[in-house]
């Protein structure tokens, strides 16, 4: 999971729909290349969709109500206020697992 690459997949769908709509047949177009740009455009949608498909692979909302369950209010001693704390092990193996099941 370390060589995972997380993306915006709603930014990556917005490109790919700008070039399909680049891409997309015209009727000016010869048979031959209305053929062509019929492929590309269905390949183009075809991405669409598989990204579409890709389960969430971080979840920040999900991974702040985890934080927030695991966290207890604590007052070390000498301290005026109360802080929200986390032990540090739980708090990274929260953000590994990236609030997805």
Not at 31 to 51: E, F, H, L, N, Q
Not at 65 to 88: C, H
């Amino acid at each position: 999971m370390s060589d995972m690459r997380l993306i915006d997949a709603d930014k990556l769908i917005l490109h790919l729909n700008d070039y399909a709509l680049q891409k997309s047949p015209s009727d000016v177009e010869s048979a031959g290349d209305r053929k062509v740009s019929r492929a590309v455009y269905k390949a183009i949608t075809d991405c669409i969709r598989a990204v579409d498909e890709q389960p969430t692979a971080f979840d920040l909302d999900k991974v702040m109500e985890q934080l927030e369950d695991r966290s207890a209010l604590a007052r070390p001693v000498g301290w005026s206020k109360a802080y929200e704390i986390i032990m540090l092990k739980d708090a990274i193996e929260i953000v590994k697992g990236g609030g997805v099941e």
